[in-house]
């Protein structure tokens, strides 16, 4: 119903910069909230940025004032600008929409399935 895909990952050094991009599409009445999760090796998904509707923006204390998140509403689609990259960065980047699908009424979570970011030192 609902398809979620991320776009923009790649190889950088570090101190460079990155943008990423998710959109979703499909049996969308309304996304409620976007954002950003990374997952390095080893280790689980943690939350980067989130960004509802309205504009409100949450950040993980790890990348505020690194990472900028953005939203354009009418095409339900979300954005992640990194810059200042460091190889701690490094980790596979999932986007995830918070959707209302037709015919119903609650939010469910859909995601996509992840765009790697390298960071070189």
């Known amino acids: 119903q609902v398809q979620v895909v991320e776009s923009g990952g790649g190889l950088v050094q570090a101190g460079g910069s990155l943008r990423l991009s998710c959109v979703a599409s499909?049996?969308?009445?309304?996304?409620?909230?976007m954002g950003w999760y990374r997952q390095a090796p080893g280790n689980q998904r943690d939350l980067v940025a989130t960004i509802t509707s309205g504009g409100n923006t949450n950040y993980a204390a790890s990348v505020k004032g690194q990472f900028t998140i953005s939203r354009d509403n009418a095409a339900n689609t979300v954005y992640l600008q990194m810059n200042s990259l460091k190889p701690e960065d490094t980790a596979v980047y999932y986007c995830?929409?918070?959707?209302?699908?037709?015919?119903?009424?609650?939010?469910?979570?859909?995601w996509g399935q992840g765009t790697q970011v390298t960071v070189s030192s």
């Open positions: 995830n929409a918070a959707v209302v699908v037709t015919g119903t009424y609650r939010p469910n979570d859909y």
């Open positions: 499909g049996s969308i009445v309304s996304v409620v909230a």
